[in-house]
């Protein structure tokens, strides 16, 4: 799940991507709006893959999509920020 604000940082336009397959609730029932989604190349260090981003209003999550593809200290990540290469060239 992708904010729509992170993926505007990273230079997204939802207008590009799929409608919504899901109607997604959270765990009071409450309907979370999924605003759109398409199949996406993530890339994490050197590690890289496709997942399915699913954008929407609200903060970005990390689902066990993501942590069963990639490798990292899941125990000690508390929060996430998106970033491009753009931002880490000084």
């Known amino acids: 799940m992708l904010s729509s604000t992170d993926f505007s940082k990273l230079g997204g336009q939802i207008d590009t991507l799929k409608p919504s397959t899901v109607i997604v609730k959270s765990y009071t029932g409450n309907i979370i709006e999924c605003l759109r989604e398409n199949d996406m190349r993530v890339q994490i260090g050197d590690q890289e893959d496709t997942l399915l981003i699913r954008v929407f209003q609200g903060p970005s999550l990390l689902g066990r999509n ?12 508390f929060s996430t920020v998106a970033i491009t290469a753009e931002d880490t060239v000084h």
């Open 66 to 77: 993501m942590m069963s593809k990639f490798t990292l200290p899941w125990q000690n990540i």
